[in-house]
């Protein structure tokens, strides 16, 4: 059982930068597909960021403002959010994969964003944007 509890949310203007980050507690951590999903009132949750060793996805709503990263040897999962907007504002969770996840296209796979792909879930932590 991997037990997985998220911090770091919180509220910010528009522009603003925000870190989250969730501690792992399992021993296998490092060797399996990890990634933050956040859902906003009256919508499904999506996908945000994933990472396995040595690859990252971004949904695209994110790309090139969100960073997502991990140590090891701590065991813990971050997900660095930079001109954060108003659409960002949810409910921000972590999710672990029980082993690799990733999805495959034209010969080329990168870490899964399915939620149905990830075995763990934490409770999550609020991010709000105001403009």
């Known amino acids: 059982q991997v037990q997985l509890v998220e911090s770091g949310g919180g509220s910010v203007q528009a522009g603003e930068s925000l870190n989250v980050s969730c501690q792992a507690s399992?021993?296998?951590?490092?060797?399996?597909?990890m990634g933050w999903f956040r859902q906003a009132p009256g919508k499904e949750r999506e996908g945000v960021a994933s990472?396995?060793?040595?690859?990252?996805r971004y949904a695209d709503g994110v790309k090139g403002r969100f960073i997502i990263s991990r140590d090891n040897a701590k065991r813990i999962l971050y997900l660095q959010m930079n001109s954060l907007k108003p659409e960002d504002t949810a409910m921000y969770y972590c999710?672990?994969?029980?082993?690799?996840?990733?999805?495959?296209?034209?010969?080329?796979?990168?870490?899964?964003?399915?939620?149905?792909?990830?075995?763990?879930w934490g409770q999550g932590t609020q991010v709000t944007v105001s403009s």
């Open positions: 999710a672990a994969a029980s082993g690799l996840r990733t999805e495959c296209r034209g010969g080329s796979c990168f870490p899964s964003l399915k939620g149905t792909d990830f075995d763990y």
């Open positions: 990472i396995t060793p040595g690859n990252t």
């Open positions: 399992a021993d296998t951590y490092g060797r399996n597909t």
